[in-house]
């Protein structure tokens, strides 16, 4: 058995703690250099959506699992690797560039769809993050809003590492709020929230979770490009 059960239990706990509905929450199982088998046991349980943060590597696992998985894509995007994980994944987690999302865009129009993304900011404006400023994602928003061929679902981040993410999560709950308010078309999804602290990222309204090794077990080593 995964650690799955347990998760979905821990999930509707707090939510339930914050007054909201476990449905409301979207679990993305995130099984980065996990092998098929420990995915195909996770997916026996019931769980439908998985996250990988690599594109070679999730090629060989979305061929094998069943057509109805709805692949995440949390990783940082290689622009080389854009057309293939629009072919392979249903969300964008880690928009963070308005180049990206202006090839994101060109993308979408070409196949004549939209492509659902997360903006990824880096609230804490910490150097060695990668994602929008809060000024740089406020000054393209305009612009990536009046995209066609891109839908954007809401905001995403990474918080420090430090004991204070559910500060972070309320900051980006904040600004998601704010944002909302003066542009129509921006989603209200806030991808945030790992094994760690998923549960203060519920009470914080996260509608998107993205938990690997409270679920698969540890990790045996570290992704390059991981937490980017
Ligand atoms: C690896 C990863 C996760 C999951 O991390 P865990 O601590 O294993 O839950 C979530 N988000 C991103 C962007 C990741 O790279």
């Given at each position: 058995m995964s650690g799955l059960r347990e998760i979905r239990e821990r999930m509707a706990r707090a939510a339930l703690d914050a007054g909201r509905v476990e449905g409301d929450v979207v679990l993305v199982a995130v099984s980065k250099t996990f092998p098929v088998e420990a995915l195909e046991a996770v997916y026996g349980e019931g769980q439908r959506v998985f996250g990988e943060s690599r594109q070679q590597e999730a090629e060989e696992k979305v061929a094998k699992m069943p057509e109805d998985v709805e692949w995440h894509f949390i990783g940082r995007v290689q622009r080389n690797k854009l057309r293939k994980i629009v072919r392979d994944f249903s969300v964008i987690h880690a928009v963070d560039s308005l180049k990206l999302a202006r090839a994101v865009g060109e993308l979408g129009r070409e196949l004549g769809r939209?492509?659902?993304?997360?903006?990824?900011?880096?609230?804490?404006?910490?150097?060695?993050?990668?994602?929008?400023?809060v000024e740089e994602c406020y000054r393209a928003l305009?612009?990536?809003?009046?995209?066609?061929?891109?839908?954007?679902?809401?905001?995403?981040?990474?918080?420090?590492?430090?004991?204070?993410?559910?500060?972070?999560?309320?900051?980006?709950?904040?600004?998601?709020?704010?944002?909302c308010e003066e542009f129509a078309n921006?989603?209200?999804?806030?991808?945030?929230?790992?094994?760690?602290?998923?549960?203060?990222?519920?009470?914080?309204?996260?509608?998107?979770?993205?938990?690997?090794s409270a679920i698969f077990g540890g990790r045996a080593y570290r992704v390059e490009g991981e937490l980017g």
């Open positions: 939209e492509i659902s993304v997360f903006l990824q900011i880096n609230v804490a404006g910490e150097e060695s993050k990668g994602g929008f400023t305009p612009e990536i809003l009046a995209l066609s061929g891109v839908r954007v679902l809401g905001l995403m981040q990474i918080p420090p590492d430090d004991e204070r993410a559910g500060y972070w999560f309320g900051q980006l709950r904040e600004l998601r709020d704010l944002w921006l989603g209200r999804g806030l991808s945030m929230g790992m094994s760690g602290d998923f549960e203060e990222a519920i009470r914080q309204g996260a509608t998107h979770i993205r938990v690997g």
